[in-house]
């Protein structure tokens, strides 16, 4: 099953879709019995989660009024590994992407964020990675150790025209201080400008909703 798209947009004529493919066996993951059993990357990512992967479909197009687009069954959909020349992150899933809402369906869209493993003995997502889909690489992270991370959303500073000048919006976990913490991380370098404690645990939540104003 698909677990994400990630800014679907049309692009010389064809839709690219960035994707980050799950299994059947995803949501099983956050059961504490099976968190708590082995390294999460080591055993248990093939049969969850797959690499992320990009997909591109051609546009079928009407020639003159009256005509019919191509059936679905005739359409050829190509999908490869999204960051397949990125060694850091070539067999590991990302999950929960955002991006800038003002870049919505653009082609010029260059950046989009995601939490992942740091490594294969991460028991759980424990950074946020900032992905280039132009290049196709990974630019930079955030990642702190013993904080685990949930789904970052994207802030835009307001009369930006940046993609990427704004605020990523996350809550942390600091399992050495056992608090969770309410955080701001600036996306360009993705460096932490502020964390403020809870005080309290916050249970793992997958998604956050940011809505811009009048939307």
Same mark, same amino acid.
């Given at each position: ?19 980050? $493919? ?35 479909? $051609? ?157």
């Amino acid at each position: 099953m698909n677990n994400h798209f990630v800014n679907p947009h049309e692009e010389n004529g064809q839709l690219v879709i960035d994707c980050a $493919p799950a299994t059947s066996h995803y949501l099983d993951n956050y059961f504490s019995h099976n968190l708590a059993n082995v390294s999460w990357m080591h055993t248990r990512s093939p049969s969850i989660m797959f690499r992320s992967t990009r997909c591109v479909a $051609p546009i079928p197009r009407s020639d003159s009024p009256g005509s019919t687009h191509e059936p679905l069954v005739n359409r050829t959909i190509r999908c490869e590994p999204l960051l397949a020349s990125d060694p850091r992150v070539a067999d590991i899933g990302l999950d929960f992407p955002t991006f800038n809402p003002l870049f919505k369906y653009k082609a010029a869209s260059k950046w989009w964020y995601a939490t992942a493993p740091a490594t294969e003995h991460s028991m759980w997502f424990d950074t946020v990675v900032k992905v280039d889909s132009k290049r196709r690489r990974i630019a930079a992270v955030f990642h702190e150790d013993g904080v685990y991370v949930t789904e970052a959303n994207f802030i835009p500073r307001p009369g930006s025209a940046d993609e990427d000048d704004g605020l990523l919006f996350t809550v942390l976990y600091n399992s050495s201080a056992d608090v969770s913490l309410a955080a701001l991380i600036e996306p360009k370098a993705m460096r932490l400008v502020e964390a403020v404690s809870l005080g309290a645990v916050i249970p793992y939540h997958s998604h956050g909703v940011m809505c811009l104003p009048n939307s």
